[in-house]
């Protein structure tokens, strides 16, 4: 058992790892922010007391592409007593996280990433060509001159004009 004063010293250490992704609490700290979870939220998550979070946090983040990955996962949750199957799942998620937000973030030109890029491209393709935006697409008149389009009987005739091929086999 760890003393009132290793404890914050402990505590100290581990926020101050949440910046460096080498240690287990910069994984803890992205699952918690992606759960909206503070310390006992997670503590209780992984089946712990919070005084055993700092611990763990304090561990060096296993590779997850490491052959050792679970075994590694094994030794940390024994040694801080969290539930192993819960601390993998943080790990795996914070991981996933962090390298969709790496993705994400914009680049040094300031512009945003491609994923972010093709859907602003979408929408101003869309209002250069003439499309209706969203907002008119969900308008009741969506069409300028007020016609609300064609049918659904139009739009079943006109289906019917251009049938098309179906392969049952």
């Not at 290793?6 to 100290?12: F, I, K």
Request: charged letters at 30%; hydrophobic letters at 40%.
């Amino acid at each position: 058992m760890t003393s009132p004063t290793n404890h914050g010293l402990l505590r100290h250490a581990a926020h101050a790892a949440r910046a460096r992704e080498a240690f287990v609490a910069f994984a803890l700290v992205a699952y918690q922010s992606a759960h909206d979870m503070g310390d006992e939220e997670m503590a209780a998550f992984l089946g712990c007391a919070p005084t055993g979070l700092p611990k763990l946090a304090l561990c060096r983040r296993p590779d997850p592409a490491a052959d050792r990955f679970h075994a590694r996962v094994d030794e940390m949750a024994t040694y801080a007593g969290v539930d192993r199957f819960r601390f993998a799942r943080v790990l795996r998620e914070a991981d996933a996280v962090h390298a969709f937000r790496d993705r994400l973030e914009p680049t040094d030109t300031g512009a945003g990433s491609g994923l972010l890029l093709a859907a602003r491209d979408r929408d101003h393709e869309e209002s250069a060509m003439g499309v209706p935006s969203d907002a008119a697409r969900e308008s009741p008149s969506r069409y300028a001159d007020g016609d609300r389009g064609p049918s659904l009987a139009q739009t079943a005739a006109d289906q019917d004009e251009h049938p098309r091929e179906v392969d049952l086999a």
